[in-house]
């Protein structure tokens, strides 16, 4: 017993010795880590453009809703609104484009992918992305195009 009693105290400084280092270094690869991500958001960030949003202006909403075949016999009676920049001016375009680009999106879509919110907001998302770039004039950058907003939107 007495040969275990002076291995325990000589091993215990060692393990205490080992743990503090562990945390030691843990703490400054955090810290090292934390002021490297600072400092790449706040400092290094600065010195690049800031692109501004764009300001919402006119809403153009389509006066009747569409009724569209959807797959296996059910159908989408769908209603809009696209949400014009300020840049776009007073002036309303035609949406007559816009409808044309919902008929091809949603016909022939099943069921199922509608019923679901992420299905929904998938499908939305690429018609408006179609609908901003059929409205894209040449020469310029941004589409007058922001936003599209569903008014009505039924399956059966």
């Known amino acids: 017993m007495a ?3 002076k291995e325990t105290p000589a091993e215990t400084p060692k393990k ?3 743990k503090m280092l562990i945390i030691i270094v843990a703490a400054v690869v955090l ?15 600065s ?3 800031k692109v501004e949003a764009p300001v919402k202006g006119a809403v153009v909403t389509l006066e009747d809703a569409l009724t569209i075949n959807l797959a296996d016999a059910h159908y989408l009676k ?10 776009a001016g ?8 816009a409808i044309d680009l919902a008929i091809d999106e ?3 879509v099943k069921i199922a992918e509608l019923e679901t919110e992420k299905g929904r907001e998938t499908k939305k998302e690429d018609l408006l992305k179609k609908i901003e770039k059929a409205y894209l004039k040449e020469g310029e950058e941004e589409s007058p195009v922001m936003g599209l ?7 059966q």
């Open 3 to 5: 040969k275990d009693e």
């Open 16 to 18: 205490k010795s080992k």
């Open 31 to 45: 810290l090292g880590g934390g002021g490297a991500a600072s400092y790449l958001l706040f400092f290094k960030s």
């Open 47 to 49: 010195g690049e453009k």
């Open 78 to 87: 769908v209603g809009f609104t696209l949400q014009l920049t300020e840049a």
């Open 90 to 97: 007073e002036e309303a375009p035609d949406i007559a484009e």
């Open 106 to 108: 949603y016909t022939g």
């Open 149 to 155: 907003y569903f008014t009505q939107f039924v399956t």
